[in-house]
């Protein structure tokens, strides 16, 4: 089967990063389109796909939060690159769309019949998206998309909750090879600490890029109050968020956190720097779609604290495999580290659990989804 995959970004987000082994394990038939070149590129090309990158910088205006006027003046930018898209979509059997603006262009550039599956990774709430996205996201979905693959319960309900209709969504949570995370030895644990520099003090690591609802801000200020703790910061303003990320540097230089605050900047050594932390935070404030750095940290049998919304319930049970506060609430973060750093057999008790329930959210069970999916319109043929 020929299937076009279609992703707005190059950069490497959550999306890409979970869509990527099954692109590696499933090179036949695919070809994959970018709209904006980066690192997310060659990363396809090693797995045997043709990529093709259809820049148009006017669509990079185009944000989540964009209103009426924004959406308008990239209207000729669209139409342009649904031409380019059009053509090229026509020789494939399947479009598979995995992310929002790439679903919208693939809706408007699909041959009459053809097969569009939308691979939905945003929760379509007012808090992460303008009115008129949303409303255009759900009626696009509803018209276009033959299935949408919601990558969790909490994302599909935002989509039924926002119109959409249901019967089109099927729930696959993301999946994580589990075997990157047993092969970090002790000494390169060691060489990390080193190179962080706090081997002794306890290392509370945040991982994902920066951004002011992934909530890095909330760390630096429960662990103000946590005298010897250190926060880790792993990742980089993806999309456009470097005054978050400026903010965040001068907040570290104050001197309640000075010296306690360390800046990574993005990485490619993932398992091996949640081993080198000893407790992994998720801080998101508004809902997370799925949340792999959850799992990773999980994997990684390091102690989690996840924010208590969205896709972190679903993998998360609460005080068995990992602790859950109540989004942008510090002082309950502050709370569940010091717990986790004065009480070692509860901290070992939820790694051990917590590595076990990481296991179900597997690349087995994602592929057998997908395929499921991709399996209905095989079918068809
Ligand atoms: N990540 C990475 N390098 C970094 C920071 C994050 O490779 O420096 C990865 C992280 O391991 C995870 C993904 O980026 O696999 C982030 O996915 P998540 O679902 O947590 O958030 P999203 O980016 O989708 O909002």
Redesign the pocket.
């Known amino acids: 089967m020929k299937i076009l995959y279609v992703d707005q970004t190059g950069q490497?987000?959550?999306?890409e990063?979970?869509i990527l082994p099954w692109l590696r394990a499933h090179p036949e038939g695919a070809h994959v389109v970018l709209f904006e070149d980066g690192p997310f590129r060659p990363l396809i090309e090693e797995c045997g796909i043709p990529v093709d990158v259809f820049t148009l910088d006017t669509l990079k205006g185009v944000r989540r939060e964009s209103g009426v006027r924004s959406i308008l003046s990239a209207l000729p930018a669209f139409a342009s690159l649904r031409g380019r898209l059009a053509r090229l979509a026509a020789g494939f059997d399947l479009l598979y769309a995995n992310s929002q603006k790439a679903f919208l262009l693939a809706a408007l550039s699909k041959r009459r019949g053809q097969p569009l599956i939308w691979h939905l990774?945003d929760i379509l709430t007012a808090e992460h998206f303008s009115p008129i996205l949303r409303k255009l996201a759900v009626f696009a979905g509803n018209r276009y998309a033959s299935v949408i693959i919601a990558n969790s319960h909490a994302t599909a309900e935002s989509f039924v909750a926002a119109g959409g209709l249901r019967h089109k969504v099927r729930v696959v949570h993301?999946g994580i090879d589990p075997r990157p995370f047993d092969s970090i030895t002790p000494e390169a644990i060691a060489v990390l600490r080193k190179e962080i520099g706090s081997e002794s003090s306890p290392m509370i690591g945040i991982?994902?890029?920066l951004s002011p609802w992934k909530g890095q801000h909330i760390l630096l200020e429960a662990i103000s109050a946590i005298p010897g703790a250190h926060a880790v910061l792993?990742?980089?303003a993806l999309f456009g968020e470097s005054v978050y990320a400026e903010g965040l540097k001068l907040r570290a230089n104050q001197p309640d956190i000075a010296g306690r605050v360390h800046f990574?900047?993005?990485?490619?050594d993932?398992p091996a720097l949640m081993q080198a932390m000893d407790i992994i935070v998720h801080a998101s404030t508004s809902p997370?779609?799925?949340?792999?750095?959850?799992v990773?940290g999980m994997l990684a049998r390091k102690p989690v604290i996840a924010t208590r919304a969205g896709g972190a319930i679903e993998i998360i049970q609460e005080g068995e495999s990992g602790m859950l506060v109540t989004p942008g609430s510090i002082s309950e973060l502050r709370t569940a580290i010091e717990r986790l750093l004065s009480d070692p057999a509860a901290t070992e008790r939820l790694s051990r659990d917590g590595r076990r329930r990481a296991e179900m959210f597997s690349l087995e069970a994602l592929f057998q989804g997908i395929s499921t999916v991709i399996g209905e319109f095989k079918s068809r043929d």
């Open positions: 490497l987000g959550g999306g990063l979970a990774r993301d991982f994902g890029r792993i990742g980089d990574l900047g993005f990485r490619r993932i997370e779609p799925f949340g792999l750095v959850i990773e």
